[in-house]
């Protein structure tokens, strides 16, 4: 079972525009991670964001945190064309170590 | 350094053969993860392991599927009379005791014919 689900499911984009994805979950969590898979790569984590916490920047990365609507966005600035890949998000919820990813949002740039 | 490594890249088995697909974890992390990933789905959760123990199995589909990590650093998960259904990307993760960064070898994508 999935607890986050990425909206959109695809995302097509010409190089220099922000791309804006979002992750809803049905539970409360304890952090919100996003990772990013190159095609045929493993995950590489982006960013992590506590429950208390409600913005972080990382280089082009905005990543904000809804709490009341359960609710992420990874939002990413000037892009290029080697931000094409898809997106996940990933929950952490109580005492688990175990995160549990969403589906992902597939992101192509376009040069 | 050297990352999250795994073998076989690939691997194309006859329905009801066994596999086994290994891990090279980030030296000195203790934590240690197994996930199956299909064809356009995130990562789905199958096992977990602290050093040796392996605290949580929960994600393991059926009993054909078993994963061991006997001295706290390689670990190989092993699918006995491989399904069709077992196709999938198998991916390897690992992580210092602290849970939140966990560090992806690059999967070995399971093909069974």
């Known amino acids: 079972s999935q607890q986050g689900e990425e909206d959109p499911q695809a995302l097509s984009i010409q190089e220099g525009e922000n791309a804006t994805m979002n992750c809803s979950y049905k539970?409360?969590?304890?952090?919100l991670q996003w990772y990013r898979q190159n095609s045929g790569r493993g995950l590489v984590h982006l960013i992590l964001?506590?429950?208390?916490?409600r913005e972080k920047h990382s280089g082009r990365l905005r990543v904000t945190l809804d709490t009341s609507k359960k609710s992420s966005s990874l939002l990413i600035t000037a892009s290029r064309a080697a931000d094409t890949a898809s997106y996940f998000c990933?929950?952490?919820?109580?005492?688990?170590?175990?995160?549990?990813f969403g589906r992902g949002t597939s992101l192509i740039v376009h040069p | 350094g050297a990352g999250v490594s795994q073998s076989p890249r690939y691997k194309v088995a006859k329905r009801g053969q066994d596999v086994a697909l290994r891990c090279d974890p980030i030296?000195?992390?203790?934590?240690l993860f197994w996930y199956q990933q299909a064809l356009g789905q995130g990562p789905e959760f199958l096992t977990y392991f602290q050093n040796e123990a392996q605290l949580d199995k929960s994600g393991l589909p059926s009993d054909r599927f078993f994963a061991e990590r006997p001295e706290g650093s390689v670990s190989t998960l092993k699918i006995q009379r491989t399904q069709q259904e077992d196709s999938a990307v198998y991916l390897c993760?690992?992580?210092?005791?602290?849970?939140?960064?966990?560090?992806f070898g690059p999967g070995t994508r399971l093909t069974v014919l």
């Open positions: 993760a690992s992580s210092i005791p602290s849970p939140d960064t966990q560090y």
């Open positions: 990933a929950t952490g919820s109580g005492g688990s170590y175990i995160p549990t």
């Open positions: 030296s000195g992390h203790v934590s």
């Open positions: 539970t409360s969590i304890n952090n």
């Open positions: 964001i506590r429950s208390n916490e």
